[in-house]
């Protein structure tokens, strides 16, 4: 929103919206909207003296600032350069590094451009750090199950500290892509299908990475992604086509991106995706009119992996020429891997057809990036301090800790679970349970299977400490993809002769992340069917689901009486599974994202709008025929080995105006046997308004931990920016989106899931 939309904003009084309830329409501007869209916002870090580069600026060849704007691959598994790659740096041509990593490595590097390339700039070296560096964590989807800011936070934080040890300065991390269509592989990499939910982690993982200044030891600039609608690709194809109004956009796909440039993020990277037919990497009203002018981000945008290129294959651009000059004018700063703007920059100056404007203020951010950084005073990392950071105990504890409070209990019919001390002999089985590599999942940067404890030693080292020892064996049963079912033998024999089975099933990690969509949704390969014999023998039976989506398990989620979605771990995976099976700790975490009966049902989640016609038993309502309407699992449940209570919903007032604030309590308590945590979800419905609005939609969350027996008091400040959604004044003109809160009747909802909740509700005045 610029300045002037603000004062013409405020001078509105009431609007009439004709037939809509025939009621007025007070349109407010929540004051933190309306003066973020108007403030300037820096991002972190080192405070950048402006005359240094000027005078740099004033030094550069043509040729060595087109380098700037050059993001090369270096090679992925030793950490250094390709062939050629050398030469670039001492012609100046190249500016920051993909994949290059490791002190000794990226010091040898970096040598090479302070002593030999004409203007002595820092190189810069990224990488794809998403959910840890060497110690991994579990993936983003596990982590946001935590439904725990801190705990996400903190392991953003040690991957911070691992990745600059390696002097690794910029991860490519956080991805807030909303996601509502789990064919889609990516969904993996982000917070779920929520935007509130998505921005609360943004912001977590922003802060994590950098902390108040990037340029401080440990820290690194983070680089918020894919700008944007990636996740809305048709069908859940990968890289595919979005279209998406403009007030989905706001309300829905921007909120996390926002929430991250708020919390200071160094830099922003375009998705691969067109958006409403203009691919993402040049589109004006994304990166110019938003991005820029409204949110006045003044850091570096960079392309994803040969984005500028691909610009051909998208049909906007007719060579390589003009897609260069397309992405430069768009606001582009950076183009990975592709050398479009090396290649034909200096032409494209030539010709007029770029300013040199255009091209120092790319040049200016990257040297303000790389200063920001502390590079020009402190471009070499400590090679002693590598050994020392990486995968340290801390390190290693930490992730235990975080990947034990993401892990879900979708069923525990008979409390098969926690196992307890009858228990003599367990049976694992399954081809998740004994692969080191599966657990670290998609994206594991420097990760490696022989740091990481699968599900089978998890188990063995958790028994071998037990009263009695129980006895583990151990049967793969089958592949988890393809293969035959000629393990089914043996598997069986071990479930009858065990006291309870363990049963690890899921998807390899080669099957979800980037290149991944899906039609099925399915257990792969013959994974069912291990499923069925074993639970033939009549034995109780855990599945434990080591995957990076929702997987459609109506089968198992019928007929086995426990469920634990694990996600992919990471490093700590074993331990922090076995941890919950033998009650060590009580799993705590929800859903961040809906589970679907049958791949027919997507898209599907929670907070979609209303229908006239909304589900029941009359014929003509919005529902399927042959299957039950809702999910197999709703965004935000899990289960506990205890029981909690909600009561006494109670809001400080039932009437304010636009732009009031109240405050909704309630009382949660432990009523079970055993101390763990309950996750308080506040959702909020308006009940009428000038547009169809979501079912519900989530505005606040509480991880609290309860004592049997204890209780607290759980409170939540509901405000204009919770009330309010966007929409076209008919003064303005259609695209002038306008952040309103309607007078009306809200309903409050306070609940475990998005299933059902206690209920209040308030009015909104109008004057």
């Not at 405020?10 to 329409?25: D, F, I, N, Y």
């Not at 582009?332 to 200096?346: A, Q």
Request: glycine content about 10%; charged content about 25%.
């Amino acid at each position: 929103m610029s300045r002037q939309s603000v004062r013409r904003f405020s001078e509105l009084a009431t609007v009439w919206t004709g037939k809509v309830a025939q009621r007025p329409r007070l349109i407010v501007a929540a004051l933190a909207v309306s003066m973020m869209a108007t403030m300037a916002l820096p991002v972190s870090g080192a405070v950048v003296d402006e005359k240094v580069i000027d005078d740099l600026l004033a030094r550069m060849t043509v040729t060595e600032k087109l380098g700037q704007l050059q993001q090369l691959g270096g090679n992925v598994a030793t950490g250094g350069l390709l062939d050629g790659q050398e030469g670039l740096i001492r012609r100046g041509q190249v500016g920051s590094f993909l994949n290059v990593r490791g002190a000794k490595s990226s010091n040898e590097v970096q040598k090479l451009a302070l002593e030999s390339s004409p203007s002595k700039i820092p190189l810069l070296f990224g990488f794809d750090v998403i959910h840890g560096y060497r110690t991994i964590f579990p993936v983003p989807l596990g982590m946001a199950s935590s439904w725990d800011p801190k705990a996400v936070e903190r392991a953003s934080s040690i991957a911070a500290r691992e990745a600059s040890a390696a002097g690794v300065r910029w991860v490519f991390s956080p991805m807030v892509d909303i996601a509502r269509d789990p064919r889609w592989g990516r969904i993996v990499e982000g917070a779920g299908e929520d935007p509130y939910l998505g921005a609360k982690l943004a912001t977590a993982q922003v802060q994590g990475y950098q902390g108040a200044d990037f340029g401080a030891p440990g820290r690194v600039a983070a680089c918020v992604k894919h700008w944007v609608a990636y996740g809305a690709a048709e069908g859940g194809r990968d890289y595919n086509h979005a279209e998406v109004s403009n007030r989905t956009l706001r309300e829905v796909y921007f909120p996390p991106f926002r929430a991250a440039l708020d919390a200071g993020v160094g830099t922003f990277m375009t998705a691969l995706n067109d958006l409403n037919g203009i691919p993402a990497t040049v589109n004006p009203f994304t990166l110019g009119q938003v991005l820029r002018r409204e949110w006045r981000f003044d850091g570096v945008v960079l392309s994803d992996y040969q984005a500028v290129e691909q610009l051909i294959e998208h049909g906007v651009a007719a060579n390589g020429a003009d897609a260069a000059r397309m992405a430069l004018e768009a606001g582009l700063d950076v183009e990975m891997e592709s050398t479009l703007f090396r290649v034909h920059g200096e032409r494209l100056l030539r010709d007029r057809k770029v300013s040199r404007a255009r091209l120092d203020e790319a040049v200016r951010r990257v040297l303000q990036l790389k200063a920001r950084l502390g590079l020009f005073e402190n471009p070499y990392v400590d090679e002693a301090v590598e050994q020392s950071v990486i995968l340290s105990k801390e390190n290693r504890d930490a992730a235990r800790e975080v990947a034990g409070r993401s892990l879900v209990l979708l069923r525990n019919e008979g409390n098969v679970l926690p196992l307890g001390s009858n228990v003599r002999s367990i049976a694992v089985i399954g081809p998740m349970a004994d692969d080191p590599q599966i657990p670290l999942g998609p994206w594991f940067a420097d990760g490696r299977k022989e740091d990481t404890v699968s599900l089978l030693a998890g188990i063995r080292a958790k028994a071998a400490g037990r009263p009695g020892a129980p006895k583990v064996g151990y049967a793969k049963g089958c592949e988890a993809e393809g293969g035959t079912k000629d393990g089914f033998e043996e598997a069986v024999r071990l479930a009858r002769e065990s006291d309870v089975v363990i049963l690890a099933v899921g998807e390899t990690a080669d099957r979800s992340g980037e290149a991944t969509s899906l039609t099925s949704l399915d257990l792969p390969g013959h994974q069912l069917d291990l499923i069925k014999a074993v639970h033939a023998t009549g034995k109780p039976t855990v599945v434990v689901l080591i995957n990076g989506r929702p997987l459609t398990i109506g089968w198992v989620a019928e007929h086995v009486p426990a469920i634990l979605e694990a996600w992919f771990p990471g490093t700590e995976a074993g331990h922090a599974i076995a941890d919950a099976l033998f009650g060590d700790i009580n799993p705590g975490g929800k859903l961040p994202v809906t589970f679907p009966r049958s791949v027919g049902q997507i898209p599907l989640y929670y907070n979609h709008d209303n229908t006239g016609r909304p589900p029941s038993d009359f014929k003509y309502t919005s529902k399927y025929m042959d299957i039950p309407n809702g999910p197999l699992f709703p965004f935000g449940f899990g289960l506990s080995y205890t029981q909690f209570k909600l009561k006494n919903l109670k809001l400080s007032k039932r009437e304010i105006p636009p732009e009031g604030r109240l405050i909704a309590s309630v009382e949660v308590e432990n009523v079970g046997k055993r101390a763990g945590d309950e996750v308080v979800q506040l959702y909020i419905r308006d009940e009428v308004a000038s547009a169809s609005r979501p079912v519900k939609a989530l505005r606040g969350f509480e991880r609290v931990t309860l004592a049997p027996g204890e209780s607290k008091t759980v409170r939540f400040a509901i405000g204009p920016e919770d009330l309010g959604f966007y929409t076209c004044d008919p003064r303005f003109i259609v695209h002038d989106m306008q952040f309103v809160v309607e007078p009306g009747r809200f309903k409050v909802i306070v609940g475990t899931s998005s299933k059902d909740g206690l209920v209040a509700t308030f009015d909104v005045t109008g004057l």
